[in-house]
């Protein structure tokens, strides 16, 4: 034998075969994966039909919905009190410039919102702040 004929002969690999169980369980595979992206796609495509939140003008000046009418870096919302802070709803501030969220107060959805929407208010102004 040759040396060319050689080098041929040991770079080739055995076929495989697969059995026809083997390609069952691909096929039934690729169908579990392609009815997981069309119900992940329909998902997605729910969620975009969803109206979303008016856009103000970029030179108008970001006006602070009315429970956080008052409320600044430095300064709770006007209707905090001692008793009751506006975002956590109980007499612990949740000013996010002054502490923030205790862990306790971050299980409950409805506070973290209100959070995030005071973050986000004053994130704004800030902007608006800038020349």
Do not use: W
Request: aromatic letters at 4%; a positive charge; proline letters at 8%.
């Amino acid at each position: 034998m040759s040396e060319e004929h050689k080098a041929n002969e040991t770079t080739t690999k055995p076929k495989r075969t697969v059995s026809p169980e083997l390609k069952a369980k691909m096929r039934a595979g690729r169908e579990r994966a392609a009815a997981e992206r069309k119900a992940a796609s329909e998902y997605h495509a729910k969620r975009m039909k969803l109206p979303l939140a008016p856009k103000h003008a970029p030179t108008s000046k970001t006006v602070a919905p009315t429970e956080f009418f008052g409320i600044t870096k430095n300064d709770c919302p006007v209707d905090c009190t001692a008793e009751r802070c506006v975002i956590t709803g109980v007499g612990f501030c949740g000013h996010p410039c002054k502490g923030a969220l205790q862990p306790e107060y971050m299980s409950n959805r409805d506070t973290v919102e209100r959070y995030n929407r005071a973050r986000k208010h004053l994130a704004h102004v800030e902007l608006d702040k800038r020349p």
